[in-house]
């Protein structure tokens, strides 16, 4: 069984809150966070913009799914990973479009579609193929030439380079290869299963909630996939640092409801969860929750235990929080009010802009 994408949870990000005073029950770890507006981080004002100053942002990518950026080797990465088209884009820093990283078919060093990527500490880029037959990685080196194609014994929706010597993957539900029944797997650089963690527990096999990734900081990698409302957070070489467990009180997804999602759709109206995680820093834990089927940004201070929420707005950005490299990434495809004016000028002539938060 290969990906399935379940059109309203795969949708692109319709970014829309609620007043900070809505009632919304939350704890973390047993703990309920004072609630307050995200305006108020004082990290959440620091912005900065990058022109991506080629047409070819546009032609190339459609939807932007992942951004990595990578200042040791003057790279940024851009991933629209839309089913079985998926392709990942490089820029240098000062956004001048260099290449697409491999090319397209059924052919050797070829894919048909790239669901993930990750860049190792050398400069290496890791393509994850989920649709070519068996899933493959595909490696590449700084000049995006191949190295060689490697074929995975297992299924996998995402994956993370460890340093240089081992990745990690997250499984997919359906996997019958090695590690089935896990979520996690690690390997070794030949891509050989050392081992596995997090079972697999209520949930429903016919449908992949596919938008889900590793997500790192300077200090961590974080993995969460939807709907348990566990976050785990590992150090830079894979090992278990913490967890951070949340709960929305009587808005929690039922048993039921997660183990058949179709059945129980329209009940997802009053529900709240988790839905996507980006990072985990020293102080933050920065994500997107889902709430009555509407997405809503947050920060969580977890050391001094504040939840910071965004406001409402009824802005369609299908590039939103979608990377985190030293601040929350994000593509700005559509014009506000709020932008400089070359912002908006630029997004006027159908180019992209990058934007970032610094929150490290």
Not at 74 to 80: F, M, Q, S, T, V
Not at 149 to 167: H, I, K
Request: hydrophobic share 35%.
């Amino acid at each position: 069984m290969k990906r399935i994408y379940y059109a309203a949870l795969a949708v692109a990000l319709t970014f829309t809150a609620c007043k900070q005073d809505d009632g919304l029950t939350l704890t973390v770890n047993g703990v309920s966070p004072q609630k307050k507006s995200l305006e108020e981080l004082p990290e959440w004002n620091r912005k900065q913009y990058l022109l991506l100053r080629d047409t070819a942002a546009k032609e190339v990518i459609g939807e932007v799914d992942k951004i990595e950026i990578c200042p040791e080797q003057n790279r940024i990465y851009i991933l629209d990973a839309k089913p079985r088209a998926g392709v990942v884009a490089a820029y240098d820093t000062a956004g001048h479009f260099l290449s697409t990283v491999g090319r397209r078919g059924q052919g050797p060093m070829e894919y048909i579609g790239v669901s993930d990527f990750d860049v190792d500490a050398d400069g290496n880029v890791y393509l994850l193929d989920s649709y070519k037959g068996d899933d493959n990685v595909l490696l590449y080196d700084t000049d995006f030439r191949g190295i060689k194609e490697m074929p995975l014994p297992f299924e996998a929706g995402t994956l993370c380079a460890l340093g240089r010597d081992s990745l990690l993957f997250g499984l997919e539900s359906w996997n019958t290869g090695a590690g089935e029944g896990y979520k996690l797997g690690w390997t070794n650089r030949e891509m050989q299963l050392a081992r596995t963690d997090c079972a697999y527990t209520e949930f429903d096999p016919n449908v992949q909630i596919s938008d889900y990734v590793f997500g790192k900081s300077r200090d961590y990698i974080v993995y969460y996939q939807p709907i348990d409302n566990a976050v785990r957070v590992f150090t830079r070489d894979g090992k278990l640092a913490k967890v951070f467990r949340f709960s929305f009180g009587g808005h929690e997804v039922p048993k039921e409801a997660r183990t058949d999602i179709q059945a129980h759709w329209d009940d997802y109206e009053r529900y709240v969860l988790l839905k996507k995680v980006l990072a985990v820093t020293d102080r933050y834990l920065i994500g997107l929750f889902w709430e009555r089927k509407k997405d809503r940004l947050f920060v969580l201070d977890y050391r001094d235990n504040i939840c910071y929420m965004d406001e409402q707005t009824d802005r369609e950005e299908t590039g939103f929080a979608c990377g985190f490299s030293g601040g929350l990434v994000s593509a700005l495809t559509i014009e506000d009010e709020a932008y400089p004016d070359s912002v908006n000028n630029h997004i006027r002539e159908e180019r992209m802009v990058l934007e970032m938060r610094m929150m490290e």
